[in-house]
């Protein structure tokens, strides 16, 4: 597929996909905060990956909007299910608890901790969670991958959202930071056996990653 076709494609999906007004209300907010959000393709993606790995069970949200992702999530978790969102801003956890209420998601199946990912994630109880969605720099993504497989329960999926910076990684001539991070993460996670990989052109570079169950252990 030709880039101009998957521009015209994913244009066409984001215009035609439909979204509740209590979504509407989190993308202005995040857009008032500059904060990147996901388009409403990836949005509606994670909500089926909820409503397939998540039904009443347990999800983490390390992000800045997760007035976005962390309310595209919970819309296919059930009554039942519960999402931790962890992100240093109280600002972005308000506006986070105002779309939540506003649409009409009970406060018992959300919490926010105010810390760093890579601190608190240490904290949180392993093999517990069915889904962990991150928005976070390449830097941190190789140890956040690391700490978030601790967590997942058997069959459980970590989302690294856009993090193959929209293909930059393959330039070799871009040699900041950000993405000689990125291209090394890249690397090391195809490298690596005690995992099942995919990588997606969604948002800026989706990559998904699942355990390997059956891989030998050291």
Not at 35 to 64: G, H, M, N, Q
Not at 77 to 82: D, E, K
Not at 175 to 199: P, Q
């Amino acid at each position: 597929m030709t880039d101009s076709a998957l521009d015209l494609m994913t244009d066409f999906i984001n215009a035609t996909t439909d979204e509740s007004d209590a979504m509407g209300f989190a993308r202005d907010a995040a857009d008032e905060l500059g904060l990147t959000a996901p388009d409403e393709l990836t949005a509606s993606f994670l909500t089926t990956i909820s409503s397939s790995y998540c039904r009443d069970k347990s999800a983490v949200v390390v992000s800045p909007s997760a007035c976005v992702s962390g309310l595209a999530i919970l819309a296919g978790m059930g009554p039942n299910g519960h999402v931790t969102c962890i992100d240093t801003e109280a600002i972005h956890q308000r506006v986070a608890r105002q779309a939540f209420t506003a649409a009409n998601i009970r406060s018992n199946q959300y919490r926010f901790l105010p810390s760093r990912p890579l601190e608190v994630m240490t904290r949180l109880a392993a093999r517990s969670y069915s889904l962990i969605y991150a928005e976070i720099a390449p830097a941190d993504a190789s140890t956040l991958v690391d700490e978030a497989l601790e967590l997942l329960e058997p069959g459980g999926l970590i989302i690294l959202a856009d993090i193959l910076l929209d293909g930059t990684i393959a330039n070799p001539a871009r040699k900041d930071r950000d993405t000689a991070a990125a291209r090394r993460l890249d690397e090391s996670l195809r490298e690596r056996e005690d995992i099942y990989l995919s990588r997606l052109p969604l948002g800026a570079g989706m990559v998904l990653i699942s355990r390997n169950e059956d891989a030998p252990t050291s």
